[in-house]
């Protein structure tokens, strides 16, 4: 679940939403008894996360397999995994 359970501040804002939208937010929040507005708070919270720019470099591992790896490798090595987890 989105971290509304966090105390963060809060501005209102009016928003227009599509009929349809609504219509299906207004029937999710019905059936898992949350409020329409943490529907709105997550949508809007993870567009936030998206729209969002980091100005440093990540620091990512560039990973070296010895090669070129096809798709015939990933799909043995998820097939394996699966085998091994089973």
Same mark, same amino acid.
């Given at each position: 679940?989105?971290?509304?359970q966090?105390k /963060? &501040?809060?501005?209102?804002t /009016?928003?227009v #939403?599509? %009929? %349809?939208?609504l219509a299906l937010i207004k029937? !999710?929040?019905?059936?898992? @008894?949350? !409020?329409?507005?943490?529907? $709105?708070?997550?949508?809007l919270?993870?567009?936030?996360?998206r /729209? &969002?720019?980091?100005n440093e470099d990540?620091d +990512?591992?560039?990973l070296? $397999?010895g @090669?070129? #790896?096809a798709? %015939?490798? +990933?799909d &043995?090595?998820v097939?394996?995994g #699966? !085998?091994? !987890? @089973?």
């Amino acid at each position: 679940m989105y971290h509304s359970q966090w105390k /963060t &501040r809060r501005k209102k804002t /009016t928003v227009v #939403v599509d %009929e %349809e939208d609504l219509a299906l937010i207004k029937g !999710a929040a019905a059936r898992e @008894g949350r !409020a329409e507005s943490e529907y $709105f708070r997550e949508a809007l919270h993870l567009v936030a996360l998206r /729209t &969002r720019r980091w100005n440093e470099d990540w620091d +990512i591992p560039r990973l070296d $397999f010895g @090669g070129p #790896v096809a798709a %015939e490798d +990933i799909d &043995r090595a998820v097939s394996d995994g #699966v !085998a091994d !987890a @089973g």
